[in-house]
């Protein structure tokens, strides 16, 4: 996978900091393969190291070109992000679209691109005209400026998210066990049972619809086997006598 | 959709500079309540404005909170972000996943909120034990530290995505509503306060973590007001005396 990642390339980036913040979120998403072209204050630049927060192998490995034309030179597919709607005949896809493109690609042994402007206009037309197709990044349009590293994060993580299939729900559990099904009919059994013995459920006609209400809550709760018998501790320390003082463990 | 959009909840951010980062991609997704709890250098902070860059209203129209419990008192649904797994009992959920459950709720006009924590540490076991269930955003597990921003932006450019495609359908029924936080923090009190008077929680040392899973249940279960006050009724049934006779209902 990783010879075939995507490579990020930044066009004449001006602020070392964002550079730094990309490399940390590339390899946030287990990108590492960046391409610098033309950054406006030189390279290597200090001020990306503190950003980069760690991620340094990403920063030492950046390669720099002087124009975008040889920083793609051997690239088989590149895409465009951008903001804006340039007047150029391009195709424009979602990120997630793009994405599931540029990983077909690359899962062919295709060198795949995004590519991304500087922090003050994004990528020309100039630049953009060199891509296959634009990646437009949905935002707001009463505010659209994306930071830098943002676009970087946002691309990445789709890549990340596409690259590497997700579970989207995991129940946890800690170290302890769902409880069973009979561990919860017992539970239930005991707390109805000291519910009519107190009069809780005394009006006949609602009780089977306050049962079913109150079994719900728990049922949905999912309770591990630990926390049945904590709501059975509990109900048997409510259940005692008021009056009686906390009894004293034996000594 | 405005008035019910997601709230963003900061929980003892440091750095200025990532506050206006939050704000920024915030409004870059359309959106615009921020809370911040307790941050490090005080506010309002000056160093937050340059990397907002521009979205002052976001910033202006933060609220401040000294504690995470007040910040959500009035929200009906809370989910923390962590890379970690905390040895807690709650259910884990990627980003797609999770804004899909919160849109819905806030399309019921439930308050929704998801809180990040600073940039040392994360969030602490006691502020995600605060909240209904985990969202994970899917890193290398070789470099899984996001910055704060970072972590906003994927999150807010989530929501932006659901928001703005076809309106998922709302499966909640029942013409009931969730409890809010503040519903649920007098409900804790009030089981916990019979809980010390029987002598359940009388072990010190053990007392935090007994209270922390027992609250998990209940914060797990998603309650609505309802319910809160069954349990609530449950809770002073049991109490009673129980050598009395169940009281007969006046005629």
Known sequence: MDDNSLIIIL?????????????????????????????????????????????????????????????ISDLHRVFATTSRSPDLIKSIYSPNSAIEQLIESSQSAEKVGIIFGGERCGLMNEHISLSEAIIKIPTSDEFSSLNLAQAVALIS???????????????????????????????????????????????????????????GIFERACLTEQEVRTLRGIIRSLSKNPQKKPQKKAA
């Open 157 to 215: 993580y789709e890549w990340f998210l596409q690259a590497n299939a997700h579970p989207s729900h995991i129940f946890r559990t800690g170290h302890t066990t769902i409880a069973t099904h009979d561990d919860l009919e017992n539970f239930f059994h005991h707390l109805e049972d000291e519910l009519d013995r107190t009069g809780f459920l005394r009006h006949k006609k609602k009780r089977a619809t306050m049962v079913r209400n109150i079994r």
């Open 11 to 71: 066009v004449e980036p001006q602020l070392g900091q964002n550079i730094g913040a990309v490399a940390r979120v590339m390899l946030n998403f287990g990108l590492k393969r960046l391409r610098v072209v033309a950054p406006r204050d030189g390279w290597p630049n200090p001020e990306a190291v503190p950003t980069a927060a760690g991620a340094d192998q990403v920063l030492d490995s950046a390669e720099i070109y002087s124009t975008l034309q040889d920083a």
